[in-house]
């Protein structure tokens, strides 16, 4: 079996700008685990866990998800080299 026989062909995206708290819905809503983040014209940028979002919360004092997806923005081993593009992110 290879990651081609898993992976998901039409992903869910999201923007760098897109709220933490849109995120937060859109994992739960889709009973997915993590989205990826690519920019206007479909590039990957990287990808926001649950993970993320659990770290970010514990390090942060209570208060409301008003900061985006480029604020959780660490290194990231997921994307290659040379990403492909991607579908342009949904409106949220």
Known sequence: MK???????NPVVVSPDTPVA????????RGISAVP?????GVPQ???TEGD????????PPG????SCSSLKAP???WSASP???ARPPRM
């Open 84 to 86: 492909r593009r991607m």
């Open 22 to 29: 849109a995120v937060a819905e859109l994992l739960a809503a």
């Open 46 to 48: 990287g990808i926001v």
């Open 53 to 60: 979002l659990i770290r970010r919360l514990a390090e942060r």
């Open 37 to 41: 983040v690519v920019d206007a014209e």
């Open 3 to 9: 990651s081609k026989d898993l992976m998901t062909t």
């Open 64 to 67: 409301p998800l008003s900061w």
């Open 76 to 78: 990231s081993r997921w």
